[in-house]
């Protein structure tokens, strides 16, 4: 199983770590998209910046 996180918003206004967490995702800007495997490292990056991306889960 795998997840397809998508950036929605801007990180222009956030606090650095979730910065360096949009980074470490492979996003950047608003409408990247991102695929990851599904792991709790992966989970809890997404959960920290959960306001600024969307997750779907694929078949991989």
Excluded: C, F, W
Aim: no cysteine; hydrophobic share 40%; aromatic share 2%.
């Amino acid at each position: 199983m795998k997840l397809k996180i998508t950036q929605i918003k801007s990180a222009i206004g956030a606090i650095q770590p979730h910065k360096d967490t949009i980074k470490a995702l492979g996003l950047g800007r608003p409408n990247y998209v991102s695929i990851k495997p599904k792991n709790p490292q992966i989970l809890g990056m997404v959960n920290a910046v959960r306001h600024l991306v969307t997750v779907e889960e694929i078949e991989g």
